[in-house]
Nanobody, 129 residues
Framework: VQLQASGGGLVQAGDSLRLSCTASARTFANYGVGWFRQAPGKGREFVASTNWNGDRTYYTDSVDGRFTVSRDNAKNTVSLQMNNLKPEDTAVYYC???????????????????????WGQGTQVTVSS
């Protein structure tokens, strides 16, 4: 499966962006999807995730209440709505597909990069102060 992340850009603090992750495989709907980000000089960190049917979502504390992850399985798309962006949100954002289908999971599960087996190429988000 190939994943394509898009929607990044340069915005000011307080602005919003909506990232999209689309997949080439029809079975995308059977898998959870996670969003991760990597800032310059830092490791890749978990941001948010949705399980295969969208009824379980998880967020890292720093984005909880500002970011919302959702999915449209009919369109093979998972979105990350980012509101009230802050300069510290500046990073390359990656989407990734869960390794195992039909997993409900938990925060520890979805925040672990080892539980994903396909990654998109990343989209740059830059937030100026």
């Amino acid at each position: 499966v190939q994943l394509q992340a898009s929607g990044g850009g340069l915005v000011q603090a307080g602005d919003s962006l909506r990232l999209s992750c689309t997949a080439s495989a029809r079975t995308f709907a059977n898998y959870g999807v996670g969003w991760f980000r990597q800032a310059p000089g830092k490791g890749r960190e978990f941001v948010a995730s949705t399980n295969w049917n969208g009824d379980r979502t998880y967020y890292t504390d720093s984005v909880d209440g500002r970011f919302t992850v959702s999915r449209d399985n009919a369109k093979n798309t998972v979105s990350l709505q980012m509101n009230n962006l802050k300069p510290e949100d500046t990073a390359v954002y990656y989407c990734a597909r869960g390794r195992t289908s039909y997993v409900a999971g938990s925060y520890p599960y979805w925040s672990d990069r080892n539980n994903y087996d396909a990654w998109g190429q990343g989209t740059q988000v830059t937030v100026s102060s």
